[in-house]
T-cell receptor, first 113, second 116 residues
Framework: EAQVTQNPRYLITVTGKKLTVTCSQN?????MSWYRQDPGLGLRQIYY???????DKGDVPEGYKVSRKEKRNFPLILESPSPNQTSLYFC????????????FGPGTRLTVT | KQEVTQIPAALSVPEGENLVLNCSFT??????LQWFRQDPGKGLTSLLL?????REQTSGRLNASLDKSSGRSTLYIAASQPGDSATYLC???????????????FGGGTRVLVKP
């Protein structure tokens, strides 16, 4: 089944403790990106990747890192999480051509205390 | 800067009534527009995608129209059911030359409640 998977789905952590949220897609998509969703602010892009080893900042990249060493994986790294990073995170992928249709993962709810 | 607006923010209808959800965008140079459904605390499910050259797309009880020149899209859901209760989001992608990374710009969503 074609899908985008994220792990973990729920995470509670403390300020400053490094964490990684994994994202994987099995559709051989070139484009992958991370969004966060916050009440009143909607969905905003954090980082994106146009292909292996090609990443760039989205609208709200502060406090986040990403890497794209393999086409299927695009982990989101929070080196020193802070409470303002408490949010619902979504990974998305797209073939990056023709329709540019985006496919979203199930989301990761992160709470930083 | 592209801005996407969805009005109303919330909508409540009795079962069986047709739903009309509105989406407007400020920059008409869009490549496509996608409608998503989101259940509380859940992920986004793609409902329909309309490319900029298309006027409408249909899938079952869903029909989405696009008027690029006026910056509007409408999602129609026929004969609504309680299971249609969810938040509906529209999102646009600017033309590839103007938007790196396939960035979607989302509207704030319309929260729909279909009462039995």
């Amino acid at each position: 089944e074609a899908q985008v998977t994220q792990n973990p789905r729920y995470l509670i952590t403390v300020t400053g403790k490094k964490l990684t949220v994994t994202c994987s897609q099995n559709m051989n998509h070139e484009y992958m990106s991370w969004y966060r969703q916050d009440p009143g602010l909607g969905l905003r892009q954090i980082y994106y990747s146009m292909n292996v080893e090609v990443t760039d900042k989205g609208d709200v990249p502060e406090g986040y890192k990403v890497s794209r060493k393999e086409k299927r994986n695009f982990p989101l790294i929070l080196e020193s999480p802070s409470p303002n990073q408490t949010s619902l995170y979504f990974c998305a992928s797209s073939p990056g051509k023709i329709t540019y249709e985006q496919y979203f993962g199930p989301g990761t709810r992160l709470t930083v205390t | 800067k592209q801005e996407v607006t969805q009005i109303p923010a919330a909508l409540s209808v009795p079962e069986g009534e047709n739903l009309v959800l509105n989406c407007s965008f400020t920059d008409s140079a869009i490549y496509n527009l996608q409608w998503f459904r989101q259940d509380p605390g859940k992920g986004l499910t793609s409902l329909l995608l309309i490319q900029s050259s298309q006027r409408e797309q249909t899938s079952g009880r869903l029909n989405a129209s696009l008027d690029k020149s006026s910056g509007r899209s409408t999602l129609y859901i026929a004969a609504s059911q309680p299971g249609d209760s969810a938040t509906y989001l529209c999102a646009v992608i600017l033309t590839p030359l103007r938007a790196a990374g396939n960035k979607l710009t989302f509207g704030g969503g319309t929260r729909v409640l279909v009462k039995p």
